[in-house]
């Protein structure tokens, strides 16, 4: 069995979504003994941003020079996505929705033809073979009863991308009001490393 890790956020020591998920890859390592992990930090190594000379190398012109080496990247992305049968994401929310860093990564795993294909039926998600857990940290609240739930589009992007590709049911842990105040951040964060130690084993 196969577990991709990644990790976005710039905060290195300080992550809270890098807390929980190195917790949620603990946990799975004790229910999958012998799982292989496969870790990827998308902020040490950054993929480039989508550019007109990718779309045309994907659709079979010559690369330039300097594209080559992230081209070669992206396709090494996406072979470890495919490979996975479980993915472990830390998912800071900046500026409201995802880091840019991951949404690099993001471009580069909707592929058509790979992980989704267009049929006379719609779309059709062809990663639905994947347990997707995400470890979610935010500044701040945003539930469905509060102010600032229209602001919110790091969770309901992700379950948007990730339905799209057929991954409908993500498994969401959240760290809410990082930013509120000490008290909040202590409490968010162990329960959303409890949650990581209560996952179930499938
Ligand atoms: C650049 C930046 C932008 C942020 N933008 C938001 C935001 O729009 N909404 C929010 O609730 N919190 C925001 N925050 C707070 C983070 O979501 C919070 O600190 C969270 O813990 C970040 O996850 P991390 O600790 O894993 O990096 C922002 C933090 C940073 C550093």
Redesign the pocket.
Known sequence: MKLLHLDS???GP?????QVSAAIVDRLRKTHPGIEVTYRDLTTTPLAHLSGSHLAASQGATPEASLQADIAAGQQVLDEFLAADIVVL?A?????TIPTQLKAWIDRILVAGKTFKYSAAGVEGLAGNKRVIVAV????F?GADTPAAVGEHLETYLRWVFGFIGITKPEIIS?DG??VGPEHREKAVSGALQAAGNLDAA
Request: glycine content about 14%; overall charge positive; aromatic content about 14%.
């Open positions: 956020s710039v905060l300080h992550s809270v979504s890098r830390g800071p929310m900046y500026n409201f940290s935010r500044g701040g945003y760290a990082i930013q």
